[in-house]
């Protein structure tokens, strides 16, 4: 810690001479970040090896991960690599993981793995997919988006995350699938419904259907 200290004192005033704060920072923590990696042991060479570790699941996620929290692992060639563990890992939990992964990476080549998710058998890959649209968005996703909000079949958080994910959208068959999820008996969906419409219309009729119909019904165009 204490070299970690001097050299930040030593860096920081020549970089900021030449820089904008707001990249200072990002810069600064992402050398602090490498500095400290190389100190522990945690470095990308390392988290590399666990990513493709062939008999334990826990380090292919803890190495993605890692990886994935540093700016050079939100690009190539880890973001293909990451594509390829989300179509082909046999544990669910390492390929909910590599969909993570992308979504940190705001990957919009990855958009049609995210919607081959939403049908996925496993929770924790539907989740992760409709977080990574909220995201990163693909109007193909639309159709499947709104029959997972509706659907009271399905897990409540996934439920939520789909009503988030449809703020992208300004279509009219979106803000109805919206519309009528607002007298939901589960409030946390109808208030992700209602603040989805907000950002859709920037209007707000709170939970009142019949108000927000009459919107998408008037002459003016609902999406401003």
Known sequence: MRRIRLISALLLPGVVAGCSTSKVRNDFGDFLGRAGDLITGNTPTAAATRMEDQYFPDERREGINRLSARSFGRGEPYTTRYQQIAQ???????????????????????????????????????????????????????????????????????????????RNYQRVEVARGLISLLNQRDFAIAWQARQSLVGLTRADFKYDEGAWLGLLASDTNPFG
């Open 88 to 166: 082909t890992d046999s544990n669910f939990l390492v390929r909910a993981t590599a969909l993570r992964a992308l979504n940190r990476s705001r990957d919009a080549s990855a958009t049609p793995l995210f919607i081959q998710g939403l049908s996925d058998p496993q929770l924790r890959v539907r989740l992760e997919s409709v977080k990574a649209l909220a995201n990163v968005p693909d109007e193909a996703a639309i159709p499947r988006l709104l029959q997972m909000a509706a659907d009271t079949r399905e897990d409540r958080d996934v439920r939520i995350a789909a009503a988030d994910a449809l």
